[in-house]
């Protein structure tokens, strides 16, 4: 021990311990400098980009949807509302283990398979990030309950309150108001970059009818709020906000009391049913039957709620049944007569000596009147334009059509919209078909046989078109050639909306104005000319209309028409629990404006109606559109028919045929 | 209190006796070093508030953490440095029974069973202490010796400090194991190892590694590894932290974004902003200037040390004086390295600023030996 004491030496030890105590000191020196280097470099070479990434982190902005615009019928009624619901959303970026979550949720409320699968696909879509996205539309109140009180299991769940489309009338305007429903991946592409921007808070976009014609009018303008959120997520602070611009609210021509009354006219009937004001051509009725509930549409239809509105084909009620052609039938006879009295093909005294049938020259094949099926025997006998028309006599239209041409008739018939969409907001209504040589040869690469003309001549054949363009040729007739272009918006934002028409289509005018009225006249005895000893002396609808309502304060003008179902797939007879003849039954078809030949009161309405399978067009679709009518002019405008202003000429005229 | 009477006698005679300022209070307080913890102690609270949304009942916690820290600092400083001296290896002695008693009536606490719950006493851990204790017997065993060590010291030595390393690796407490260890490597390192051995053990250690990250390292460990050198391999996991607070301390800039309003720590982006990460908080409001403005109270108390551990008289205070200043330098480094990204996450706090009550207090006693070095005279018998 002693030895050990004596061999240290004390002051050289103090200097080692001084070296590696100054050795320590550079160290410490050193480190703190690397440190400092560390930091300059992190807070004044990096500092752009970390204040970037900072800012990145907390603020966020964020879209405010603006209020959709609300759709009111003429009246002032709510056809398209906003309603308050809550929503489940989830922000992806805060979810660490999204089946995870599912699966938490799913303890707590209900969650459909359709529900996962619809917002998983949501997902896919490549929206803004820290975007909430939908989980489960309209949330109960014992399911809000439930979230909000497991909030802490659920990170990057929230319940927001939105507002989203109700339509109070259902099924009923589901075709002509249409409805709104998720916004798609297509749809998303097809806008462009700044209406892109506009949507970045909107979920819903108009997918058919007047939502989708308007979308632009009824969506307005987003607004933004710029928050700062904290690493949860949460808002802690709004810095600042544009507001949103609300959508404009559309009024329509739409009359909803008429909608319904059509709706009921139809009774169990698939069919349609077009109502125009001649005035304006605003669409006071659209009905397409059945219809569906556009109302599933908006929070996301169930897979199964869908493939039944999607594999009904007997009832197909996603199809539009207004806008979509059918053969017209005898329905265009006023319009074919008109023509032949204009390029005088006819005149009052022209008459025909009907045999029930017609034959080219030089063609064995004989064409048909419809009284060949009937049990009596077929023909009218002598038999002028006015005749032709009340009682539709196919043979006078068989030699009429022959003698006046395709080209002619085609040229004639164009001028009231037919093979051709006038309306002016209803873009998806198809054109049918107004045929014509030309027409043949491109569209089918055939000549155009003399035979076509017959068929034509009676609105069959190749000749296609819908209630909506029924109805607007119907209204300008009852205009004397005064064309209207159908129009569904009245009022923007309740000022009266008058659309600037480029081209404005040309009037209508013939030889002499007096065959307006002669047709007007023909039209009105198809609904008011009675029994009489002569052999079908009566206009067809007479017994279905007239007859049965004695006290009809006005003059109804119309003509029925019916069409032969082409050819039914037999798919759907082999699916369907319908009969066969139920199917193969004709469609049954009726034209009509009211009131007709009235000295003070012009036509109010015109209007189309067809009915599927419906049968006979006078019996089956002529008293539906006298309900349609009768509901507007004496229920709605409750117009004042009054006797003394009756024009004295038709009076004479109907009691002459009384005779 | 006999010494006491002892510097107020001779007091002339001993100030001259001593090259350069042991400075003998009658109350062994240094008050450069107290001006100095004082600082950084009032800092930190400030900090604190400002990262922990002004919560009054932690910051309550941590200033009655300081006060006791103070107190149990004065207390430690009234003993002349040669009471430790001498009773080194008992405390060392009783320091491993106690390390062992809490392998086995331990408490578990964040997966370290390192914390002892005996009644009567406030909790806490045995191995915080080891940090003193360590230093005290290394350099006890070495300072009797002749410098620089022979190697048979030096072994003793190893074992002096593995010992209790390894038993508080198997507490599992690995930061703290390191801590021990770099405490009781501190005072071999100023007691004049041969710089061939340093150099020797460090290449060794280099090439244990790879095999320390093949076989021994867990998970989470390997994870810090690799996040250290790329954090945006898993920024949502692993490299979470380091990426938030790199962006607060990169966004404070040079002057900082002010006081309360650091987004990054208010909006809850960094973690643990209350303790490991609270450079971050301090970088992001006060800048590049706030920064310095700690790194220099840091220096201001590490000159102090320094300069205590090259005035002490005799060999046992400098080693230990040393090594204290060296092991506070260390904690320092490493959470600011950690934290701007210089070095790998280790869950260290920063001293005197992050929370933490039991972690303060062991600082003290390091602050309580430092002036109980600098403030009692020289051993008689020395």
């Known amino acids: 021990m002693g030895a050990k004491w004596q061999l240290k030496d004390h002051e050289a030890e103090r200097r080692l311990f001084v070296r590696r105590l100054m050795l320590a000191g550079i160290f410490v020196v050193l480190l703190f400098a ?18 970037a990434r900072s800012d990145g982190n ?23 509302d906003n309603q308050p619901i809550f929503n ?14 599912l699966a938490e949720l799913d303890k707590l409320i209900r969650l459909t398979e359709d529900d996962i699968e619809q917002f998983k696909r949501r997902l896919q879509r490549n929206r803004v990030p820290f975007a909430s996205i939908p989980l489960r539309y309209v949330l109960e109140e014992d399911e809000k309950s439930k979230i909000a009180v497991n909030s802490h299991l659920l990170p990057g769940i929230a319940i927001e309150p939105q507002f989203v489309r109700q339509y109070p009338l259902e099924a009923l305007t589901a075709h002509s108001v249409g409805y709104v429903s998720e916004i798609n991946r297509d749809e998303l592409d097809r806008l462009d970059e700044l209406q892109r921007e506009n949507y970045g808070g909107t979920n819903h976009i108009g997918k058919s009818g007047i939502e989708r014609t308007y979308e632009e009018l009824l969506h307005g303008t987003v607004g933004y709020e710029l928050v700062e959120k904290n690493n949860r997520g949460q808002v802690m602070r709004r810095l600042d906000r544009t507001d949103p611009v609300a959508g404009k609210n559309l009024t329509l021509h739409m009359n909803s009391e008429l909608q319904i009354a059509a709706n009921e006219a139809l009774g169990d009937y698939r069919g349609a049913v077009v109502a125009i004001d001649p005035a304006t051509g605003g669409i006071l009725a659209m009905v397409s039957k059945p219809g569906f509930n556009p109302n599933l549409f908006v929070t996301g239809i169930s897979s199964a709620d869908y493939s039944v509105l999607v594999n009904d084909r007997v009832n197909t009620p996603l199809f539009d ?14 319009f074919i007569g008109l023509a032949g009295l204009h390029h005088e093909f006819v005149d009052y005294d022209f008459a025909i000596q009907d045999p029930g049938y017609f034959r080219l020259p030089g063609v064995s094949y004989r064409w048909g009147d419809w009284t060949l099926r009937t049990p009596i025997g077929g023909g009218h006998g002598h038999t002028d334009l006015q005749r032709a028309i009340f009682q539709s006599c196919d043979t006078f239209f068989y030699d009429l059509g022959v003698r006046m041409g395709i080209d002619t008739m085609h040229d004639f018939m164009a001028q009231f919209g037919f093979g051709d969409n006038f309306a002016l907001d209803i873009g998806f209504a198809r054109t049918g078909v107004l045929p014509s040589r030309e027409w043949k040869r491109t569209s089918r690469g055939e000549p155009w046989y003399p035979g076509d003309t017959v068929n034509s001549s009676i609105g069959q054949g190749y000749m296609w078109a819908t209630p909506l363009q029924l109805a607007t040729a119907t209204a300008i007739l009852a205009n004397n050639g005064e064309v209207v272009e159908p129009r569904m918006l009245k009022a923007i934002n309740g000022v009266p909306y008058e659309p600037e028409i480029v081209n404005p289509r040309p009037n209508v005018v013939v030889e002499d104005p007096d065959y307006w009225r002669y047709i007007q006249e023909s039209m009105t005895m198809v609904v008011h000319r009675p029994y009489s000893s002569t052999f079908r002396d009566n206009g067809t609808a007479y017994e279905a209309i007239a007859q049965k309502d004695r006290n009809m304060p006005y003059l109804l003008g119309g003509k029925s028409g019916s069409a032969q179902v082409v050819s039914i797939d037999q798919s759907i007879l082999s699916s369907a629990d319908i009969e066969v003849s139920e199917l193969n039954k004709d469609h049954a078809l009726f034209v009509a404006f009211a009131p007709a030949l009235h ?25 539906i559109a006298k309900a349609v009518t009768d509901a507007y002019l004496l229920d709605i405008l409750k117009l004042d028919f009054d006797g003394d202003d009756e024009p004295e000429e038709s009076r004479a005229l109907l009691s002459q045929a009384n005779d | 209190m006999i010494s006491q009477d002892f510097v107020r006698q001779s007091g002339g005679f001993q100030r001259s006796q001593n090259r350069v300022g042991n400075t003998p209070s009658p109350l062994h307080i240094d008050l450069p070093l107290l001006v100095g913890v004082l600082l950084l102690c009032g800092f930190g609270l400030f900090v604190l508030n400002s990262a922990s949304d002004g919560d009054q009942a932690l910051l309550r916690r941590q200033a009655t953490g300081m006060a006791v820290g103070l107190v149990v600092m004065f207390a430690v400083a009234q003993f002349s440095v040669h009471f430790y001296r001498s009773w080194s290896p008992t405390m060392y002695t009783g320091g491993i029974a106690i390390l062992i008693l809490v392998l086995f009536i331990g408490v578990e606490t964040n997966g370290a069973r390192s914390w002892l719950d005996l009644p009567g006493l406030p909790s806490f851990q045995p191995s915080e202490l080891m940090k003193f204790v360590v230093p005290m017997l290394v350099a006890w065993y070495l300072a009797s010796r002749p410098l620089p060590p022979r190697f048979k010291h030096l072994f003793w030595s190893a074992v002096m400090i593995l010992v209790p390393s390894g038993l508080i690796v198997v507490q599992n407490d690995t930061g703290t194991a390191i801590m021990v260890a770099m405490s009781g490597i501190f005072v071999v390192l100023l007691a004049g190892i041969r710089w061939r051995i340093v150099i020797s053990g460090f ?26 050198f790329d954090p945006y391999r898993d920024p949502t996991g692993a490299g979470y932290n380091i990426i938030q607070s790199q962006i607060a301390i990169g966004s404070g800039g040079v002057y900082g974004k002010g006081y309360g309003n650091g987004a990054q720590s208010h909006l809850d982006f960094i973690p643990e902003s209350n303790t490991d990460f609270i450079l971050a908080v301090l970088a992001e409001e006060f800048g590049l200037l706030g920064v310095l403005f700690l790194i220099c109270l840091y220096m201001f108390v590490l000159v102090r040390g320094f300069f205590i551990a090259w005035a002490a008289r005799d060999m046992y205070s400098r080693l230990l004086a040393g090594s204290i200043t060296l092991t506070f330098f260390f904690y320092v480094f490493v959470n600011m390295a950690m934290v701007s990204g210089l070095l790998p996450v280790i869950g260290l706090p920063l001293p005197l600023i992050s929370r933490g009550g039991t972690a303060i207090v062991t600082l003290f006693i390091g602050f309580g030996l430092l002036m109980s070095i600098h403030t009692h005279p020289r051993s008689r018998v020395a």
């Open chain 1, 58 to 80: 907390r603020l966020h902005s964020q879209y405010v949807p603006p209020a959709r615009g609300l759709i009111f019928d003429s009246t002032g009624k709510l056809l398209a």
């Open chain 1, 599 to 623: 000295e003070t009161i012009p036509p109010r309405i015109a209007v189309a109606v067809f009915v599927e399978n419906g049968g006979s067009g006078g019996s089956v679709a002529g008293p």
């Open chain 1, 34 to 51: 690397a440190l400092i280097a560390k930091l300059v470099n992190l807070q004044i070479y990096q500092y752009e980009y970390f204040s």
């Open chain 1, 321 to 334: 049944r207004t806008t979509n052609p059918y053969p017209p039938g005898s329905t265009v006879k006023p």
């Open chain 1, 88 to 101: 489940l959303t989830v922000v992806r970026e805060q979810v660490e283990d999204m089946d995870k979550l």
């Open chain 2, 203 to 228: 290449i060794a250690l280099l090439l244990a590694s790879p095999a320390w990250y093949i076989f021994l390292a867990q998970e989470h460990q390997k994870n810090r590894i690799l996040t250290f």
